[in-house]
């Protein structure tokens, strides 16, 4: 098929000769029409792609949310509890970082603790009778 373009501009015809390297402004046309062709349908997949992602970005974020407030809600159910205590303590090697926070003791460990130090059996772990 012939085709014949009256009027085109020639500081178009440079542009297409620049951008597609053909020394013929016929050429140049007919290979910029194809490269836009191929552009147009390589915006297509970027768009269904940026949906793709925009959906598995939002899907993540609901996760991160829903894991943000599960932490949450066990920080609060355990800090009921008095088991994480704050504390400030030399670490046994200078060079590693200190923890911010201890598990404290159940307050029935240390008696239990100081009386088995004194030869006693725990209260809930009596003695065998032959000793």
């Not at 020394?23 to 552009?39: D, E, P």
């Not at 008696?111 to 009596?126: D, F, I, L, Q």
Request: glycine letters at 4%; one cysteine or more.
């Amino acid at each position: 098929m012939h085709l014949i373009v009256r009027d085109f501009p020639d500081d178009l015809v440079e542009l297409l000769k620049a951008r597609t390297g053909s020394a013929a402004a016929s050429k140049a046309v007919v290979t910029a029409c194809y490269a836009s062709i191929s552009q147009a349908d390589q915006i297509e997949r970027q768009r269904l792609r940026i949906a793709e992602l925009e959906t598995a970005l939002r899907v993540s974020r609901q996760v991160v949310e829903g894991a943000r407030s599960a932490a949450a809600l066990l920080l609060e159910h355990t800090a009921q509890g008095d088991l994480l205590t704050r504390a400030r303590y030399q670490p046994a090697h200078p060079g590693r970082a200190r923890s911010r926070f201890l598990i404290s003791k159940p307050p029935c460990f240390s008696v239990m603790h100081s009386r088995v130090r004194a030869g006693e059996a725990p209260s809930h772990h009596p003695r065998p009778k032959g000793d």
